[in-house]
């Protein structure tokens, strides 16, 4: 998915790893209730990437990853079916306001639809304040 402002969004892969951790870091650094652990990161990374129903996607310009998210795949007992977990919706800081969000989770409702899922859901720290402001303008 190419957007206008210059930036691609695709599924990550794993030579993407290293610079996943280094956006990870700058969202715990935000959200204090998690710590940041690189080699803990890198797994969790390593487990979505290899996930069969699972994403993560990025957001790329002139080839740097500025971006991500990532969606994973769980049961609903109150929707009888499968629903979509939204985490780990970042963008570095220089990026921020140029539409990469917007496009990053675009991609995570196209996925879901592909999929079938009934809903999609996710939660943000309640100190995280640019990023509730950023989901109430998504709608």
């Given at each position: 998915?190419?957007?206008?402002?210059?930036?691609?969004?695709?599924?990550?892969?794993?030579?993407?790893?290293?610079?996943?951790?280094?956006?990870?870091?700058?969202?715990?650094?935000?959200?204090?209730?998690?710590?940041?652990?690189?080699?803990?990161?890198?797994?969790?990374?390593?487990?979505?990437?290899?996930?069969?129903?699972?994403?993560?996607?990025?957001?790329?310009i002139d080839k740097n990853v500025v971006g991500?998210?990532?969606?994973?795949?769980?049961?609903?007992?109150?929707?009888?079916?499968?629903?979509?977990?939204?985490?780990?919706?970042?963008?570095?800081?220089?990026?921020?306001?140029?539409?990469?969000?917007?496009?990053?989770?675009?991609?995570?409702?196209n996925y879901a639809k592909e999929l079938g899922?009934s809903r999609l859901q996710l939660l943000a720290?309640?100190?995280?304040?640019?990023?509730?402001?950023?989901?109430?303008?998504?709608?």
């Amino acid at each position: 998915m190419t957007n206008n402002t210059g930036h691609i969004v695709r599924e990550a892969r794993n030579e993407d790893i290293p610079a996943l951790i280094g956006l990870l870091e700058e969202l715990f650094s935000i959200e204090k209730d998690f710590f940041f652990d690189p080699e803990a990161q890198k797994r969790g990374i390593e487990l979505l990437i290899q996930s069969a129903d699972d994403r993560i996607f990025v957001a790329e310009i002139d080839k740097n990853v500025v971006g991500m998210c990532s969606v994973q795949i769980l049961i609903s007992t109150a929707k009888g079916g499968r629903v979509g977990l939204v985490e780990d919706v970042v963008v570095s800081k220089n990026y921020q306001g140029c539409g990469v969000g917007r496009t990053l989770m675009s991609a995570i409702d196209n996925y879901a639809k592909e999929l079938g899922l009934s809903r999609l859901q996710l939660l943000a720290d309640k100190n995280n304040h640019l990023a509730i402001g950023f989901y109430r303008n998504m709608g």
